[in-house]
C-alpha cells in the first residue's frame, strides 16, 4: 500500500448480500464502472466475500464487499452464509439485492431482519427491472430500482447510498488533537527482522499523515538514535510516540516533562475503546494459573521467529503474571463467536480493521465478560509505564 492511498481500514465498508445469481457482482460492476467483479449465469459463482477498495462518489474511498449467496445449499452454502454474516460486522451501509421479479423472498427477510436489529443504514435494491419492470417494493423508504445490465437507476442508487452515511459528530483523529500547529512529534521506530523491507507499518504511515495534516512537524527515528536526537532538537518536543517493542527503552531515555505515548495506545483510542482496553490492561495482573489468553490479529502475515502475537506477548505476559497460561491464536477476519471460555483477550492495534469490526469485537467481548487489551496497553502495563502513557491523552 503506497502513502497516497487510503488504508482499507478507514473506507466506508458497503456490503451486497442476497440470493445466488441476484446480479449482487453486476451491480458492484455497475456501481463502479468497472468489471472487478466475476459474472456468470451460474448460480453461485462468488464462493467467499470478495473485497474491492475503490473511489465511489460521491462517498469517496469505499470498500465493495461482494458476499456469497445467502440460499447456498450444504454444508458449502452454511460456510458461505456464516461468511456473509459475518460481514455485518465490518459493515457501514447494506444493500440487500433482489430479483425485480420474484421480489422479497425468506432469504433477503432473514438478512434484513439481521441488518435492522444491528441498526445499519441500508437500501434494498431491486435489479433486472429491464425484464420485470417495477414490482411492488417490500419497505418504499428503503427502495432502489435499477438494471445492471442497461444501467438504468444506477446514479439514482449512487446517490442514494451517500445520503445514507451520517456524519460523525467528531471526525476521529489519530494524534491531531493532542498537537498544535508548529509542534514538533518524534516518531521512535524500531528497524528490524520484523519490519516490512523499504516501507514503514500502517500505523506509523497514518501518523505521519495526521501530523502534517494538523501542521507540525514529525521526525522519525530509531530508538538507538532517540537520545542524540533529542539533544539536537534544540526545543523540546511536544509528544515522543513509540513503537511498542521498544517502550521500556524510550520510556528510559525520554524526560518525565516530555509528554510519551505509542502507536498502539493511540490506535486503542482512534478505533476502539481505549478505556475498556485499560480494564484489560488491568486484568491480566489477576491471571491464574490455567488461565486461556486468545491472541487475536485484524490481518495474516508471515510469522517471524520473535513474532509480536505468538512469541513475545506469550512469554512476556508468562514472565509478569508468574503463571502458567494457555494461549490461542485468530487472526484475519476469523474471531470466535463463543468467548465465554476465555480468561483474557490481547488484540493487536487493528489498523487493517475498520472501526465497526473493532467495536464490535470489543463490545463481543464485553458482553461475554471477558477482558480485552490490545498489545500496546498491555505492554505499558507490563513494563509499568501505563500512566505516563495515558497522560497526553488526558487521562
Known sequence: MGLNETPRGDRIHIALFGRRNAGKSSIVNALTGQELAIVSDVKGTTTDP?????ELLPLGPVVMIDTPGLDDEGELGEKRVKKAKEVLRKTDIALVIADAETGITEFEQGILDLIRERKLPYLIVYNKTDLAGRVRAEDNDHACFVSAVTKEGIFGLKEAIGKLLPEEEQPRQIVGDLISPGDFVVLVVPIDSAAPKGR???PQQQTIRDILEHNACSVAVKESELEQTLKDLGKKPALVITDSQA???VAAIVPEDISLTSFS?????YKGDLLEEVKGARAAGHLKDGSRVLIAEGCTHHRQCDDIGTVKIPRWLTEYTGKQLVF???SG?????DLSGYDLIVHCGGCMLNPKEMKHRIASSVKAEVPIVNYGVLIAAMKGILNRSLQPLGL
Open 50 to 54: 470478495v473485497f474491492k477498495a475503490m
Open 200 to 202: 514503514l507499518i500502517l
Open 247 to 249: 517502550f521500556e527503552q
Open 265 to 269: 495506545i493511540l490506535f486503542a483510542r
Open 328 to 330: 490461542e491464536t485468530s
Open 333 to 337: 477476519s476469523t474471531f470466535p463467536e
